[in-house]
């Protein structure tokens, strides 16, 4: 209306139309009584009663069948019933007999409906959704903070449970060795195990992984770095000639009791506008997060050299160091002189 779209909505229910085709024509009268132009529209009044679609919406394994049934309508209405398979054409189908809905991975619509005697005569249409999942669910791994987490995602029926176990050997273990997991695992035994996974989705899809871990006992790196460090910036790094490097995933530094860097081996750190005494802690990490021991080194760093403090400590050399020393030398001689002198005059 005035230029904007307007719904109404018509209840025909009480006008008991017969079945067949119908028209309806509409138009707008303003508020001056002008009447629009008249629009005309054809429906389709069915006598007939929607049929059954017998097939489960539930998600499956197997593959979907369905068939159509008709206890309401008479025989004698009805001239043939159709099933309709996603958007495909309409087929015309037998009471009872069994049609495949769907029999790979993924869902699909599948419509039926009852066609009367006369063409334009048509029940409503019943819809149903074909699910089925024959596929295993997606399994991952991994290691932060010396655990091992587990994921496992299922766009279809959805993850039913995770089970794990670990092993010696690469074999298949026993039913009754898995776990339910619920959160990440530890894992403190070292040398190489195996990780055993075994993922259930809501249909029976059964997915088993083996993991293969190696758990290494890593030592300490090196902290090269001088123990003083004098009207200069210090700097520090990391060396390591005993862990293999296969088995380090990185290597991390902690200045005091800051927070953990990583730090390449080799990589020169330098801790500016840093002095007094420092404290440098260090360790490796392996392939799942678990640290290895902690070595430290503390270090000094000085504005001012030891042979020049504040208690007036003076300066090896220099012309200013050499001409005190010098001024003092002779006025320890005057005083010495002079109090011979007194004492030879008293006498």
Same mark, same amino acid.
């Given at each position: 209306?005035?230029?904007? &779209? ?8 009480? @006008? ?9 024509e509409?138009?707008?009268?303003d508020?001056?009584?002008? &009447? ?12 007939? /009663?929607?049929? =059954? ?18 206890? #309401?309508?008479? &025989? ?20 009872a ?10 869902? %699909?619509?599948?419509s039926v ?19 089925v ?12 903070n ?32 898995? @776990? ?15 990780? /055993?996974? +075994? ?16 758990? =290494?006992? #890593?030592?300490a ?6 123990? @003083? ?24 530094? /902690? ?33 799942? !997060?678990?640290?290895? &021991?902690? %070595?430290? /080194?503390?270090?000094?760093v ?26 003092? #030398?002779? !006025? ?14 008293? +006498?």
């Amino acid at each position: 209306m005035d230029g904007q &779209p307007k719904t109404f909505n018509i209840d025909l229910t009480s @006008k008991s139309l017969s079945g067949g085709t119908h028209k309806i024509e509409i138009w707008a009268i303003d508020s001056k009584g002008n &009447p629009s132009e008249i629009e005309t529209r054809n429906f389709i009044v069915s006598t007939l /009663k929607k049929p =059954v679609l017998n097939m489960s919406e539930e998600w499956s394994k197997d593959d979907v069948k369905f068939t159509i049934t008709d206890a #309401l309508n008479n &025989p004698l209405d009805v001239s043939k019933y159709q099933y309709k398979i996603g958007e495909g054409a309409w087929t015309d189908a037998t009471l009872a007999q069994e049609y495949l809905a769907l029999n790979t991975t993924g869902t %699909v619509k599948v419509s039926v409906k009852a066609i009367g005697v006369s063409a334009s005569d048509e029940s409503m249409v019943v819809e149903k959704t074909a699910k089925v999942d024959k596929q295993n669910s997606n399994v991952s791994t991994g290691a932060s903070n010396g655990k091992i987490t587990i994921t496992a995602t299922d766009t279809h029926s959805g993850i039913k449970k995770i089970e794990y176990c670990w092993s010696k050997q690469d074999i298949e273990p026993s039913e009754s060795d898995y @776990k339910t997991y619920t959160d990440a695992i530890a894992y403190t035994e070292k040398g190489k195990v195996y990780l /055993k996974i +075994k993922v259930e989705d809501n249909v029976g899809n059964i997915n088993k992984i083996s993991k293969e871990y190696n758990f =290494v006992t #890593l030592k300490a790196p090196v902290i090269d770095a001088k123990d @003083k460090y004098v009207n200069e910036n210090a700097s520090v790094k990391l060396t390591d000639s005993q862990n293999n490097a296969s088995d380090v995933s990185k290597y991390q530094i /902690k200045i005091d009791n800051g927070e953990w860097q990583d730090i390449a081996l080799n990589q020169e750190k330098k801790l500016e506008n840093m002095t007094g005494n420092i404290k440098v802690t260090a360790r490796a990490v392996d392939l799942y !997060g678990n640290y290895g &021991p902690e %070595v430290t /080194k503390n270090i000094i760093v000085s504005n001012v050299n030891d042979d020049t403090t504040a208690q007036g400590k003076l300066p090896e050399t220099g012309i200013f160091g050499n001409t005190f020393v010098i001024c003092s #030398l002779i !006025g320890i001689v005057g005083i010495i002189s002079y109090r011979k002198y007194k004492l030879i005059k008293l +006498k």
